[in-house]
């Protein structure tokens, strides 16, 4: 799992924010982030993955491994035009 979470940082899917408990929309740059992390499911996760993470499309999310269990939160760390990079902690 930690090969995935580097390829998140890596093709930059980590994308814009603070983020805790805040109600975040569909099409922010926070909700693939949210999803991925937070959500016990993640729908249409194929149209968000990229490059290696695309053979990862078949395993389990961080959110739907820990399934409602500790608590995750993630700011921006970077954020450009074309970019937003995320820091995420994991707290079990």
């Avoid at 408990?21 to 991925?36: A, R």
Wanted: hydrophobic letters at 40%.
């Amino acid at each position: 799992m930690k090969k995935l979470v580097s390829n998140i940082f890596a093709i930059s899917i980590l994308l814009a924010g603070q983020i805790n408990s805040q109600q975040i929309s569909s099409g922010s740059p926070e909700w693939p982030v949210d999803m991925f992390f937070n959500k016990t499911s993640f729908p249409d996760k194929p149209n968000y993955y990229s490059g290696e993470m695309l053979s990862e499309i078949n395993e389990p999310t961080i959110g739907e491994e820990l399934n409602g269990k500790g608590e995750v939160a993630f700011r921006r760390i970077k954020a450009t035009n074309d970019e937003s990079v995320f820091a995420v902690e994991t707290i079990f």
